[in-house]
């Protein structure tokens, strides 16, 4: 797969999913996110990305091999980290075919199932201040493409 960011293309494999920056950004602030997302950071662990990442898309494949009460089997790595330095808004959406979930792992623990009426994967709320693990997960256990969209 490739990784993208703003107008830079990284021709290689980085990443089991791709991230794309939604609103264009400066070289350095890309870099940084990039680095977020291979779970480096300057200090040499791993730095979730934060508000100032916002919004974002990633591309990746739901479940995993960890399985959840009533979200499905999600991965053991999460889709995205995200802290927050103070309650935000956000709103949080999967495109996906399948049974896909959103396990949200925070100050919030939550999944969000599909919609039967509409068949979306989304929510959106005030987020108390913290770190988020989220996930897309599978509830039939199956491994499907996603594009997950974060957004203020």
Request: proline share 7%.
């Amino acid at each position: 797969m490739k990784l993208q960011m703003v107008n830079h293309s990284f021709p290689f494999n980085l990443s089991p999913f791709n991230l794309k920056k939604s609103s264009p950004g400066l070289f350095g602030k890309s870099l940084l996110v990039l680095l977020a997302t291979l779970g480096l950071s300057t200090l040499g662990h791993a730095a979730p990305l934060t508000l100032a990442n916002l919004p974002l898309t990633i591309d990746g494949v739901s479940g995993g091999t960890q399985t959840t009460e009533s979200c499905g089997s999600i991965p053991a790595t999460p889709h995205l980290e995200l802290n927050l330095d103070r309650a935000s808004y956000l709103q949080a959406m999967a495109e996906t075919m399948g049974d896909a979930t959103l396990w949200i792992d925070g100050p919030l623990d939550f999944c969000v199932l599909r919609d039967a009426t509409t068949n979306q994967l989304s929510t959106a709320g005030h987020w108390p201040e913290g770190l988020y693990r989220i996930y897309v997960g599978d509830r039939k256990g199956q491994n499907v493409d996603f594009t997950l969209t974060v957004s203020p």
